[in-house]
């Protein structure tokens, strides 16, 4: 089928021909309105107009960036990489990944399952929601898709191909190189202008060559590391949930990058949340809430990543004998130990992008009260620093709750 946009009407007819779309809907008149709040792309919520319970979402994938407008080009073979990586991780942890009824290639679009009483975690975190299984429950999901997708469990012929299938990403992986690791850290026309002008924080950024030297270091990482298939923009505007139950969408940046990758993003994004709470709500009860989720996240992970771990015999790093179990054993430690500091260092970039870059979230940039937002960014960039110059000596997940709680 020949690519076109769809929008809120020929959006109906296209389902329409769509077997496993009109099975679940039967004969229902259906209606569609445009629910996406994300930067790239267009989501629409299609419902049955006699029960609106019944409902679906289809995401669609245009040939330009959605948040800076049609001058923007960039691909649309972006759903493609979202839709592998879709089926790839719902394979992996089918209960952490929405139902998927249609997805084409061609036409860059995913139907998939509506979830109706889930929330964007950014949003509930904001308003200060506790969600007593996301530790448990997303320390499964990362611990699950690395391992798995990795050469500590797959043999290298399916991690090769893994890579095949996935690292021609090209442009979703530019953008995060250009937004996370560079223009956000210099002069750039895409950074926010109106704050950056005469603002000494920006000017203090931008001229800091220790820190820039260390986040080169970590773009190279992300450049070139292949440890296993990451989902790419982990932040908490990729996770829905519930009291029960979490989901994670959009994984179209996803390729074969660095373990850390993810780790630190949704620590970032936890961190900044915290920001939010320390200058804004002041709200004692929940900062400690996201203190101790931070810990949980990272410990849990551990664990459960070297659990399985443990009981993987043979894969194209280890062979079965190769090393005594004490060997072993140490070795994993320090493996473990590697992921962390990574990931603490990828969450300082992925902090430290949201004050001036594009593509703000809504707890730092979206604060009205000036002096308060400044004062938010300041703790931002404090913290993120920190992170950058610290992440390669850390030894304990102490240590990282340490500099996030020292900070003023
Ligand atoms: P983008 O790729 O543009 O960032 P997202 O996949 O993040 O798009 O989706 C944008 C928004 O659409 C989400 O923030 C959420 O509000 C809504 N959304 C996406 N998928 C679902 C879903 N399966 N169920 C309910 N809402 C969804
Ligand atoms: C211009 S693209 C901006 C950001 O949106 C996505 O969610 C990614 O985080 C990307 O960097
Ligand atoms: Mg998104």
């Known amino acids: 089928m020949e690519y076109r946009e769809l929008d809120v009407v020929s959006i109906i007819e296209y389902l329409r021909s769509v077997k496993e779309v009109m099975d679940y809907f039967g004969s229902d008149e259906l209606s569609a309105k445009e629910v996406g709040d994300g930067n790239l792309n267009y989501v629409y919520l ?50 952490f990944v929405p139902n998927l009824y249609h997805c084409s290639e061609d036409m860059s679009i995913v139907v998939m399952q509506y979830l109706d ?28 898709t690395l391992f798995k997708t990795s050469s500590l469990y797959l043999d290298s012929t399916s991690k090769r ?15 995060t190189e250009d937004f996370v690791f560079t223009s956000a850290f210099m002069d750039d026309e895409t950074n926010d202008s109106e704050n950056v002008k005469e603002n000494p924080l920006a000017k203090n950024l931008f001229e800091d060559m220790e820190f820039k030297e260390k986040i080169l270091g970590l773009k190279y990482k992300f450049m070139t590391q292949s440890d296993a298939l990451i989902h790419g923009d982990l932040h908490t505007g990729s996770i829905m949930l519930n009291q029960d139950e979490t989901f994670v969408i959009d994984p179209e940046f996803a390729f074969v990058g660095p373990f850390g990758f993810d780790i630190g993003a949704l620590v970032a994004n936890l961190v900044n949340n915290y920001i ?16 101790d989720s931070v810990k949980e996240i990272l410990e849990l992970f551990e664990s459960k990543f070297l659990d399985l771990w443990n ?14 179990d004490e060997t072993a054993l140490k070795y994993k430690q320090k493996f473990l130990k590697n992921i962390l500091r990574d990931s603490v260092g990828f ?45 390669k000596n850390l030894e304990s997940v102490d240590e990282v709750l340490g500099m996030i709680k020292n900070a003023r």
């Open 46 to 95: 299609v419902s049955s107009v006699s029960d609106a319970k019944k409902a679906l979402i289809v995401k669609q994938a245009v040939p330009y960036l959605r948040c800076v407008g049609e001058e923007f080009a960039l691909s649309r073979e972006r759903m493609t990489f979202e839709i592998r990586a879709l089926e790839e991780f719902k394979k992996i942890t089918p209960s």
């Open 117 to 144: 009483s889930h929330l964007i975690l950014r949003e509930g975190l904001t308003a200060a929601q506790k969600y007593p299984n996301l530790s448990e429950h997303i320390s499964t999901y990362l611990a699950q």
């Open 161 to 175: 191909e893994l890579i095949d299938r996935f690292n021609s990403n090209t442009e979703l992986c530019k953008l």
């Open 276 to 291: 939010h709470h320390s200058v804004v709500t002041k709200d004692e009860d929940f900062k400690e809430y996201l203190l």
């Open 311 to 324: 009981r993987q015999k043979d894969s194209a790093l280890l062979r079965d004998g190769y090393i005594d």
């Open 347 to 391: 969450a300082g970039c992925k902090m430290a992008r949201r004050v001036f870059g594009v593509a703000g979230v809504a707890e730092i940039r979206g604060i009205e009260n000036k002096e308060l937002r400044n004062e938010a960014e300041a703790m931002v960039l404090g913290i993120a620093r920190e992170f950058v110059m610290k992440y």
